[in-house]
């Protein structure tokens, strides 16, 4: 009996000491600050490496970073999930609750005026601004900057193109080339001519958004008129002819069969196996398109986003990623030069070449590996396509704005000539608080 | 002995009029031992269950949206009444109700059926209760996911065969989830597949309690099959049957999984689940997410009040 409570407290002595011994060893690795290196978590968005350092995603940046600091800052990756929504909603819930792991987050552009206005970022540092701007296309500082302030750090620099079959519209009889752009309605004529469908997205989310932003932005609108107002005062611009001009479209498009029979549910990736199977002849999509398209590309051209009305420059969805620094963050400063060593002109070129993503200096597009990658022109259309692209409207309550407008045109089929008299009435409500979202 | 006691005791609280019986010492000691033992998990109880809903209650009379704390403001009941005059409200009501319906009237059905003839066989009846649970074993996203993309027209079988079992007629790129009544069906299936055999295995515990000399009496009596059932089985299964039926309403109403992974709410199908998640974790509208998080609790309580009173079953049986 004695020797076997002996034993028991020797088993019990055993895992206190490896608990302790675990728990040194947890202190160790989680502060570093007795060598004075910094851990920085970094929130990456799925790309073609995720966690992965091997694969030249982001992973593979954070690792060229921490080795190229000399031990001033290690980055460490988590990976955010897939949707942009879903994205948003996680860094939403972390930064609203203070975590300090929040170094550096890869965002949405179209989320980043949200946080900002919110007080949920580190400012940028005034000395570094000049740094973040520097090469930069036009369309990447435009969506980095609220109340003429940089709030991020310009990262990504995406757009969507015109993707097509080379033979179809050869066949339909329509030019299309980086200096002679089409609009939708000519894209329309020829997909119906040769009965071929047009690859859009139309799902209820944020792609649906960036659609009909598109739509009304190269039609001379805006569906914001003041984005800097509270959401009481903020003033829709929806309901205008070039609201029309968008909803006649997205109609068309669906009433005829042209966006094919899932139309209502296709996001990019329903909408490039769309194009892939060859029953879409025209796709608008972003440059990691051409990356993803499998066997013979030889067909496969890349024009800029077509136009919404006749004579009048399209304006092309502006996407990408910008880095955003949490306000909880225990390095804010050191994240900064993170987030400067991620976005020079090396790694950028280097990022664009092997995940497919635009970077957002102006430099890249002219590397040798950037031009291997997006051959045919395809880097100058895309670093073209950037100078006119258009981010979303800016406002804090783009999250609100987006979710109403994708209610209001969902499903595509049921949009009319009134859909954005009724979409302008709905979110203006909801902005007011007066109805549900 | 106690008989005289309780004669006794009954006649002394008789004389002093409305006064409670007297406890004698060592029911007081058990009643405080209870409490004592029972207190603490009483109380944790209390901090789990009644603190989330006291503060849902708290939060749902402010507008406060986590992205805009500045313009924080209590506005009593303004949330309650922008709620209940919205139609989208409305809309996402009447979708829970009319799933719920569906789904439980089927379900009762075959769930009912299923039980019955569990109830009668008997040998493999193990191995038969096991596969019967398999689709209740598997988690509501993963077959939401495997119903979406089984009837998607691109990656789905489904078209395929219904394709080829009409000759031709069916239209294989018909798209399930492109209107409201093609989606609410596959919703309404998958729950119905799902949660039958839950239903099953419920409906089966009642049926292994009624007496099987009443029912031989009925066939005695020359009851038809259908009588015997009605007249005898159901009413004596009563209670399982409540208990199946009301366990099964406040779960489908809180049904959120299968049509966010269906349609994400498109073309009219948003619960109100999805409406509570929407407001509070997308939009981050805590007061309003909280005051339909209140008004779903709300309806969930009268759902399972009128079941429970519609059946007029007694479920504390004779403790009382």
Known sequence: MRRHSSGRRGLALATAGVMLASLGLAACGSSSSASGTKALTWYINPDIGNTDPSKGGQASLAQICSKASGGKYNIKVQLLPNSASDQRIQLLRRLVANDSSMDLMSMDPAFVTEFASADLLAPVPASMDKEFKADRVDSAIKGATFDNKLIAVPFWANTQLLWYSKKVAKAAGLDISVNNPVTWAQVIDAAKKEKKQIGVQAKLYEGYSVWINALIAGAGGKIVDNPAATAVDTKLGINSPAGKDAAKIISTIANSGLGGPAMGSSDETAALALFQSKAAAFLVNWPYTYAALTGDKSDVGAAVYPRTVAGKDAAPPFGGIDLAVGKSSKSPEVAYQAAACITNEKNQAAYMAVAGNPASRKAAFTDPAVLKAFPNGIAATILKSLGTATPRPLSPYWGDISTGLQQQFSPPSSVNANTPVKAQKFITNVLKGKALL | MSTVEDTKTGARSARRGEKKPQISDRTRGERKLGWKLAGPAFLVMILVTFYPIAYALYLSLFNYRLTDPAARKFVWFQNYITSL???????????????????????????????????????????????????????????????????????????????????GAFDPTYNWFGGTWSSLTIICLSEIWKTTPFMSLLLLAGLAQVDQSMEEAAKVDGASWWQTQVKVVFPSMKAAIMVAVVFRALDAFRIYDNPYVMTGGANNTDTLSMLVGRETVTRAEIGMGSALAVLLFIFVLIIAGVLVRGFKVDLTGDKN
């Open chain 2, 85 to 167: 005059s919205d139609p989208l409200f409305w809309k996402a009501t009447g979708i829970t109700a009319l799933i719920t319906i569906i789904t439980l009237i089927v379900e009762l059905v075959f769930g009912m059926a299923i039980a019955m003839v569990m109830n009668k066989i008997v040998l493999p009846r193990k191995t038969l209760r096991t596969i019967v649970l398999i689709p209740y074993s598997i988690i509501t996203v993963v077959s939401a996911f495997s119903w979406l993309y089984a009837f998607k027209f691109d990656t789905g079988f489904v078209n395929h065969w219904l394709h080829f079992l009409s000759f």
